[in-house]
T-cell receptor, first 114, second 114 residues
């Protein structure tokens, strides 16, 4: 069975500073990994995904994430935070034999300060 | 515009009064799913549907029912709501059954059961 752990339920960053959101997973088969973002009063939107191939994946709005199998991690980064990045971020994992069932982490709320 | 539409956005009801939350998608997606979002728990899957007349339980199905009589619609039914079903609910859809397709989310329904 798969599971996802996001470290830190709240993260505060200064505008222009690095954004780093941590995600660790457990999976018994090769995982497929996703980051979703939820802006206030909206549903979730896909930021980026890793399925196979290159382990560094780029997403929308300048975000990227690196799949590290040895560390079972899929941390999300953005070099320079913008005020518009304030949102809740969810890491999710799907196993290749699970008909695409997604297991979500608990979420990390990002606050960007001027 | 491609979208998943949920109604209502906000709903306050009393214990035991049956209610239905509607979900409709205009993308001809086979897969549809319902999630509930609670603080500190992320999103948990309630029910999902692979196609018309094909539904199955997710992680937290107790107290909920669904039906899939048409491809575009996937209503969530609470026959006898209880206060522990107070939550934020999301409907989502996806092309095909595979992890590779991103989920498209509705904007959510905030339900309060008193």
């Amino acid at each position: 069975a798969q599971s996802v752990t996001q470290l830190g339920s709240h993260v505060s960053v200064s505008e222009g500073a690095l954004v780093l959101l941590r995600c660790n997973y457990s999976s018994s088969v090769p995982p497929y990994l996703f980051w979703y973002v939820q802006y206030p009063n909206q549903g979730l939107q896909l930021l980026l995904k890793y399925t196979t191939g290159a382990t560094l994946v780029k997403g929308i709005n300048g975000f990227e994430a690196e799949f590290k199998k040895s560390e079972t991690s899929f941390h999300l980064t953005k070099p320079s935070a913008h005020m518009s990045d304030a949102a809740e971020y969810f890491c999710a994992v799907s196993e290749s034999d699970s008909w695409g069932k997604l297991q979500f982490g608990a979420g990390t709320q990002v606050v960007v300060t001027p | 515009e491609a979208q998943v539409t949920q109604n209502p956005r906000y709903l306050i009801t009393v214990t035991g009064k049956k209610l239905t939350v509607t979900c409709s998608q205009n993308m001809n997606h086979e897969y549809m799913s319902w999630y509930r979002q609670d603080p500190g728990l992320g999103l948990r899957q309630i029910y999902y549907s692979m196609n018309v007349e094909v539904t199955d339980k997710g992680d937290v199905p107790e107290g909920y029912k669904v039906s899939r009589k048409e491809k575009r619609n996937f209503p969530l039914i609470l026959e006898s709501p209880s206060p522990n079903q107070t939550s934020l609910y999301f409907c989502a859809s996806r092309q095909g059954y595979s992890y590779n397709s991103p989920l498209h989310f509705g904007n959510g329904t905030r339900l309060t059961v008193t």
